[in-house]
């Protein structure tokens, strides 16, 4: 079975999710009882989900440029940063 490509614009399936996720239902249950202690904003959790999915990348290129990976995680990287 073939692989889906991410929409138009979008490095990546999980840059795409990231982008379009839906944050009301935590956004709403933060007006309640926040397990942040205090109301948070779509755009922060966006921004937060964007920040470890960056992070990940940063590990994956270092991984890249140490050693050999394996075939799935080579074509992963070559996808993600070429």
């Known amino acids: 079975m073939e692989r ?5 614009g979008y490095r990546s399936w999980l840059h795409y999710v990231i982008t379009t996720m839906d944050c009301r239902t935590p956004h709403l249950d933060s007006c309640d009882e926040s397990p942040w202690g ?6 922060e959790m966006r921004h937060e989900a964007a920040t470890e999915l960056d992070e990940l990348e940063t590990v994956i290129r270092l991984l890249w440029t140490k050693q050999p990976l394996p075939d799935p995680q080579r074509k992963l990287c070559e996808k993600l940063f070429h």
């Open 38 to 43: 205090r109301i948070v904003q779509g755009y």
């Open 4 to 8: 889906l490509k991410p929409p138009e």
